[in-house]
């Protein structure tokens, strides 16, 4: 149990009704509320929490926050200008406020948030530090893996999070910050020791509906930071100043295109590994990873500088990149002796496709070639269907369209508007059930060939209406592999 006036302590509100002492819980679903809870009636963009008020009091709330008064109540009522606000604050408190007592390192950007925190968790563990993660790939507290469907979880689940990882005795958390988190105040309480901008390209429109818009917002992280923190801003991006305008801490740079706080004095190889020296306001870091692509040299760049400003140990930080295998679902190979080379990337942005297939074009022998299965989303960002088919049109000999994770729409609907992409100056085929795709993809291709199954990377589920079936693309491959093996 939690005294309320702590749970409230910081909001700009008015009360109507007797609130109670205590509470036992907070939450802004009404279908998990407990007895004697606190429920937060929030106004989403699919539906008014104000709806299930009633629900909510059934269950047993005992006292409700609201924005607008419900006068035919007699269950206390805590009035505010904005419920999600609220909310966050609350959470924060009702946890004890964890993230003050933790080195939190908040990274956004389009593509590479989730490469770049694995490549900082398995940097901070190889040093021998209590670290936390937070991302696309779930959490981890030390070395135990947790699943969350978020890039950044609900404001309660985030909060109940860096106090699990308080109690267990974590030091420093890398956590991926989404533009909706940001957007939704989902990070609005937590203290940032460090921020980080990777790169912007188009995505999410549905929710932001300007590239402009989706700057902005991703932009409020770096007013975020505490100003004794530090700011890393890669200066490539066209977006990077409205990053800098924000920042009141320590600001830093990288670059792959100029000078920069960090910059890739010397790349030896990238294609198959990446072998180069890095320039540092101090000194150099001699990188030789197992990590390849040039998409990559940004990654490490990013991890490079977080893991500087968190004073890790330039010899510490060489020894580890030694040792860090790549990232599940990022360009992971699935390739068997015999036939094509596979692999199988998340990349669901125009933006990735390219970085992606660019980079597989060059690993294509002369009389091979690329052969792309990819699919779109359902109920994200529609407008970015055609330009990703666009995408792996240009780099692709063959194109297969098919089913990602459809959710609420028609597949049929989906591939209707990504295939308006394709010019018609190279094959393609629309194959609907992601399964015969890729299974045919394999088998029209051979030895000589490369084949990228593109949206999907490391997820093991696939969403249709609401509810996720078993699928993983790199199982669908293995056993295609092992049924045609010789």
């Not at 939450?27 to 909510?56: C, E, M, P, R």
């Not at 188009?202 to 929710?207: A, C, G, P």
């Not at 801490?249 to 590994?273: C, I, M, P, R």
């Not at 949206?455 to 589920?461: F, I, L, M, Q």
Request: glycine letters at 6%.
């Amino acid at each position: 149990m939690k005294n309320i006036q702590q749970v409230i302590d910081g909001m700009d509100y008015n009360i109507r009704g007797k609130l109670p002492h205590k509470i036992s819980s907070i939450t802004n679903n009404s279908k998990q509320v407990k007895k004697g809870g606190l429920f937060f009636a929030i106004k989403g963009t699919k539906t008014d929490g104000h709806k299930y008020i009633q629900d909510a009091v059934d269950k047993g709330a005992v006292a409700v926050v609201v924005e607008e008064h419900q006068p035919e109540m007699d269950t206390a009522q805590i009035i505010v200008d904005d419920s999600r606000k609220a909310l966050s604050l609350a959470a924060k408190n009702f946890y004890n406020d964890p993230t003050e007592k933790l080195n939190v390192v908040g990274i956004t950007g389009t593509n590479g948030k989730t490469s770049t925190v694995y490549i900082l968790r398995r940097i901070a563990s190889l040093s021998k530090i209590f670290a936390g993660t937070i991302g696309t790939l779930g959490y981890t507290i030390l070395n135990e893996y947790h699943d969350c469907s978020l890039t950044t979880p609900d404001v309660i689940k985030l909060q109940s999070i860096f106090q699990q990882m308080v109690k267990q005795g974590v030091k420093t958390v890398f956590m991926e910050v989404s533009s909706h988190a940001i957007a939704l105040h989902r990070v609005r309480d937590i203290h940032f020791k460090g921020v980080c901008f990777l790169n912007l390209s188009q995505d999410h429109l549905d929710f932001h509906n300007t590239m402009e818009e989706y700057a902005t917002t991703k932009a409020r992280l770096f007013s975020m930071v505490d100003q004794e923190g530090f700011a890393i801003c890669n200066v490539d991006s066209q977006y990077a100043q409205k990053f800098i305008d924000n920042c009141n801490a320590d600001l830093f740079t990288f670059s792959l295109e100029q000078d920069g706080d960090y910059t890739w004095q010397k790349v030896n190889s990238y294609h198959n590994t990446i072998d180069g020296l890095i320039k540092t306001p101090q000194n150099e870091i001699h990188i030789n990873s197992k990590l390849s692509g040039k998409f990559n040299l940004q990654n490490i760049l990013a991890a490079v500088a977080i893991a500087d400003n968190i004073n890790i140990e330039h010899q510490k930080i060489e020894n580890a990149f030694r040792k860090i295998e790549p990232v599940p679902g990022r360009i992971q190979e699935a390739s068997l002796e015999q036939g094509p080379r596979v692999f199988i990337d998340y990349a669901h942005t125009p933006h990735a496709i390219i970085n992606v297939l660019d980079e597989l074009k060059a690993l294509v022998p002369a009389d091979g070639r690329l052969i792309t299965v990819y699919g779109c989303g359902g109920d994200r960002d529609r407008k970015k269907r055609p330009s990703m088919t666009a995408a792996v049109e240009k780099y692709s000999d063959l194109s297969v369209l098919t089913t990602d994770n459809p959710r609420f729409e028609k597949p049929e609907a989906i591939i209707e508007d990504a295939k308006q992409g394709f010019s018609g100056k190279k094959d393609y085929k629309i194959i609907v059930d992601r399964v015969q795709a890729i299974n045919w993809s394999l088998k029209e291709s051979n030895e000589n060939d490369i084949v990228a199954i593109l949206g999907k990377g490391h997820e093991t589920y696939q969403e249709i209406k609401g509810k996720r079936y078993p699928f993983s693309d790199f199982k669908v491959v293995r056993k295609w592999q092992e049924k045609n093996a010789n």
